[in-house]
């Protein structure tokens, strides 16, 4: 039983949900991925059936058509999705996060105009925050929003870097300074799309993820009405900052699912393949292998339903969505590694999809927070509790 769930106590409400994606993943995601990730294009047919499935309504209210998910259903989908394919993980929960972001802090109007529409799948959300100058220290960021009094309007310039769903995307969330001199004057805006002045560059060619859609976009002379500023003026990395926990608790669910994915080819390779006469699966070095990766999956996606626990509690899940992301994120790097190293040659070649896992992988452990950046967090942790 290698993808034997461990610490689930899932409530049936939760398990039903993981019921349905899980199939959902192995009939409709899953088979096409390597091939999207050859072409290196966004599989639309798959987002149609998210969106089907409600899926894309996750994190939007139930008065605005969404299904406003708990933390732990979150997470179940995101590794279950993930399972199937990381990029689709990946734009959905880039999705999500905008769709968060204007259930928090959009205006009535804002959420009637926009929820309803996102929650059956489109438009689409971008998220952009890091810049090419500006990526683990936002702060640092040049974008800038410049309040126009006799319209009422701000101008923003500047220019977002590695946005995913940044050509698929209809609305954004951006954040920007409204005082160029001032770090704490971050602000938060909605930005449609067909804005004038919302460019989008060409899509970036990435060693995994291949089949996200991932772009600069850049604002020139940008102008949005003052209703579309989501936060008040200088309130938005600290809001960026509130809703990228739990963007940090999906990614590292998401790196279980691609764990759990590589695992499982690589214990039903191991047991297929012969050498010395028999199944690698009866050498112990390879089964010593295989039950340090089914024990990292099973130990990261504890720490991913423990920060799950705690957000849902209302709890301060900083902490924990930072170590279930560092954790998660590396076990999928080393899980993904052995099974390339378990098939040997043919696990070098895009004929297994362990090459593919390998390659994905890697980007769990440098979005929404690098590894080095989510040990910061923890370790401000145990100073500030001390
Ligand atoms: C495929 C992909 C999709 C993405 N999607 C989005 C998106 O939708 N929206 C968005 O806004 N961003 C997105 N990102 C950006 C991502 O969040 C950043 O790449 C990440 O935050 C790191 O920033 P950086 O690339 O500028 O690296 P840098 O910040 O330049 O870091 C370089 C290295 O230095 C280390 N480092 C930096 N500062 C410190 C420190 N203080 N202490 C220790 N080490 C440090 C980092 O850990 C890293 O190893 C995406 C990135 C990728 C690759």
């Known amino acids: 039983m290698t993808g034997a769930r461990v610490g689930s106590a899932l409530t049936d ?3 039903a949900v993981r019921d349905l994606v899980r199939e959902f993943a192995r009939e409709e995601v899953r088979p096409g991925a390597r091939e999207a990730d050859a072409e290196g294009s966004f599989p ?9 499935l409600g899926l894309t309504g996750l994190t939007v209210p139930e008065a605005y058509g969404g299904s406003d998910a708990d933390e732990t259903t979150y997470a179940v989908v995101n590794e279950e999705l993930a399972h ?5 993980a990946t734009a959905l929960s880039v999705h999500c996060l905008v769709t968060s972001c204007l259930a928090e802090f959009a205006t009535d109007t804002q959420r009637e105009r926009w929820l309803p529409e996102m929650a059956e799948g489109r438009p689409v959300g971008a998220f952009c925050l890091s810049e090419p100058h500006a990526g683990s220290n936002p702060a640092g960021m040049s974008t800038t929003a410049e309040h126009d009094p006799d319209a009422d309007e701000y101008v923003l310039n500047g220019e977002k870097q590695w946005i995913t769903n940044g050509s698929r995307a209809g609305v954004a969330v951006v954040f920007a300074k409204v005082d160029p001199d001032d770090p704490d004057s971050i602000t938060q805006f909605l930005v449609p799309a067909d804005a004038a002045g919302f460019e989008v560059g060409p899509s970036e060619e990435k060693l995994g993820l291949r089949a996200s859609d991932t772009t600069p976009i850049a604002f020139d002379d940008c102008r949005v009405p003052a209703a579309n500023r989501l936060t008040e003026e200088g309130r938005g990395l600290s809001a960026a900052l509130g809703t990228l926990t739990g963007g940090r608790i999906g990614i590292a669910a998401q790196a279980v699912g691609v764990a759990w994915a590589a695992l499982e080819a690589a214990t039903a390779y191991a047991e297929e393949r012969e050498q010395f006469g028999e199944p690698l699966s009866e050498i112990q070095t390879i089964r010593h292998k295989l039950a340090e990766m089914s024990t990292d999956v099973a130990a990261s996606r504890l720490l991913v339903r423990e920060a799950a626990r705690r957000a849902e509690a209302g ?3 900083r902490v924990a969505a930072a170590q279930a992301k560092y954790r998660a994120s590396e076990a999928a790097m080393s899980v993904a590694n052995e099974a390339v190293q378990i098939h040997g040659g043919y696990g070098y070649t895009v004929e297994y999809d362990v090459e593919r896992f390998y390659r994905d992988a890697k980007v769990t452990e440098i979005y929404e927070g690098t590894t080095e950046i989510q040990k910061e967090v923890i370790a401000r942790g145990l100073f500030d509790t001390r």
């Open 13 to 15: 409400e939760q398990a």
């Open 84 to 88: 199937g394919s990381l990029a689709v």
């Open 44 to 52: 639309e047919d798959v987002w149609d059936g998210l969106a089907e």
């Open 315 to 317: 709890e301060d899940a």
